[in-house]
């Protein structure tokens, strides 16, 4: 047998197996073992065209190779194909990678997406924005990369520098930026008594033991005489969900707060423990375009146990848990196993969170192109300093939160 022909029958098997494996999560069911036959079929016909009729001579390694990162992608943003030359760099990355670039990555478009970026972090310093689209990392399309790729050559070592292109509204050519790694701090929550006894809270992001600080601020500001409480989740989009988990329960007595579910996950639900709630305190959350992952779990489940009200922006739409699975030629396959739903049954990445009192961020670029034409655009928000109030004179959102807060109260 040929080298070429055995590669054409190792990739044909290789691409058949990893039918075999996602097809549950394509919703095939009953007839679906026909359609999936079909459909390995279908693959074998077109991976044949290929190799007779093309051009020139095709790489069907590497055209095995394209398929099997578009099927993995096909799925959902976090499922993702390593190939064996991929697996190992990002085996490495995950070991020796001590710094990052301080922003919430995902893909839109086809290409990596920035979410939110981290305050003061290596990312925010080089000038990159939320909602930025990374065209390309280190010269590379990211639209060719899988997300764990992309975010195995964002992290690296310390001091280190990587070069990316972005693409923003309104400009014709990407630009380039180099970002100098480094660990990522992330700011500490930040807190403020606002005018008629409302108390601020604002939270960039929801690393180990943030849920703890969030609930020292709670106490804090109820000690200083709150009598209601804002919630700022706007651009928080990284974390560990179980503290977005704590931290919904601080303000829940009963309920749900969020569950995990997946064909063969069995239902985990995450009820609150009244134990552990800590203020009646009426409460808006403010989110936006850049909220994602934990502080979505806060607040759709502020949200749909009516303990509050969640004003701003349709939120980015991220929650969901990974099995790393390793294959026999030393690639590696990522796929989502089980997603988080919010108390009501949504699936929080397949509908994200709307609010129920929507107000746009006067802050967005909006480069006139329909929603579907052009990257989402999470708006800024004014970071709390010790010394300085929120600008709210120039927050519609926040406006509208201490309204809707103030309304809540006269009717009480």
């Given at each position: 047998m040929s080298t070429k022909l055995k590669v054409t029958v190792i990739a044909s098997s290789l691409a058949i197996l990893l039918f075999a494996i996602v097809g549950g999560?394509?919703?095939?069911?009953?007839?679906?073992?026909?359609?999936?036959?079909?459909?390995?079929?279908?693959?074998?016909?077109?991976?044949?065209?290929?190799?007779?009729?093309?051009v020139e001579e095709p790489n069907i390694a590497d055209v095995t190779d394209g398929a099997l990162h578009g099927m993995?992608?096909?799925?959902?943003?976090?499922?993702?194909?390593?190939?064996?030359?991929?697996?190992?760099?990002?085996?490495?990355?995950?070991?020796?990678?001590?710094?990052?670039?301080?922003?919430?990555?995902?893909?839109?478009?086809?290409?990596?997406?920035?979410?939110?970026?981290?305050?003061?972090?290596?990312?925010?310093?080089?000038?990159v924005e939320n909602s930025d689209i990374i065209e390309s990392i280190e010269g590379k399309t990211t639209h060719e990369m899988s997300l764990a790729e992309i975010h195995s050559m964002l992290s690296g070592e310390i001091g280190s520098t990587i070069t990316v292109a972005v693409v923003r509204p309104r400009r014709a050519e990407p630009e380039k930026?180099?970002?100098?790694?480094?660990?990522?701090?992330?700011?500490?929550?930040?807190?403020?008594?606002?005018?008629?006894?409302?108390?601020?809270?604002?939270?960039?992001?929801?690393?180990?033991?943030?849920?703890?600080?969030?609930?020292?601020?709670?106490?804090?500001?109820?000690?200083?005489?709150a009598k209601k409480l804002v919630l700022d989740l706007r651009n928080s989009a990284s974390g560990e969900e179980s503290e977005g988990v704590a931290t919904a329960n601080l303000f829940l007595d009963h309920g749900t707060i969020t569950y995990l579910q997946g064909q063969k996950y069995p239902r985990q639900a995450f009820n609150a423990d009244p134990a552990k709630d800590i203020t009646k305190l009426p409460v808006a959350v403010l989110v936006n375009r850049g909220t994602a992952g934990p502080a979505e779990?806060?607040?759709?489940?502020?949200?749909?146990?009516?303990?509050?009200?969640?004003?701003?922006?349709?939120?980015?739409?991220?929650?969901?848990?990974?099995?790393?699975?390793?294959?026999?030629d030393n690639s590696a396959l990522i796929l989502s196993i089980a997603k988080y739903y919010s108390p009501g049954g949504k699936a929080i990445q397949d509908v994200a969170v709307t609010p129920n009192v929507l107000v746009a961020d006067a802050a967005e670029d909006d480069s006139g192109l329909p929603d579907e034409e052009q990257p989402a655009t999470p708006g800024?928000?004014?970071?709390?300093?010790?010394?300085?109030?929120?600008?709210?004179?120039?927050?519609?959102?926040?406006?509208?939160?201490?309204?809707?807060?103030?309304?809540?109260?006269s009717k009480g």
């Open positions: 999560f394509v919703n095939v069911r009953a007839s679906s073992n026909e359609g999936a036959y079909r459909q390995m079929s279908v693959y074998s016909e077109v991976l044949s065209r290929i190799r007779n009729d093309y993995l992608e096909s799925l959902d943003a976090n499922s993702s194909y390593l190939s064996a030359a991929e697996y190992k760099r990002y085996k490495t990355m995950k070991s020796d990678g001590k710094a990052d670039i301080g922003a919430a990555v995902s893909k839109r478009f086809g290409y990596a997406a920035v979410v939110a970026v981290i305050p003061g972090g290596p990312a925010d310093k080089a000038g930026i180099v970002i100098t790694r480094d660990v990522v701090v992330i700011p500490p929550v930040g807190e403020k008594m606002l005018a008629d006894n409302a108390g601020y809270i604002q939270v960039d992001a929801f690393p180990e033991g943030e849920s703890q600080e969030i609930a020292g601020k709670i106490r804090d500001l109820q000690r200083q005489g779990i806060v607040a759709a489940a502020i949200l749909e146990n009516a303990r509050g009200d969640v004003v701003g922006d349709k939120t980015f739409g991220d929650g969901s848990v990974q099995k790393l699975i390793e294959m026999q800024e928000k004014a970071l709390v300093k010790k010394d300085e109030k929120p600008k709210s004179q120039q927050d519609d959102q926040l406006n509208k939160a201490l309204e809707v807060l103030k309304n809540r109260e």
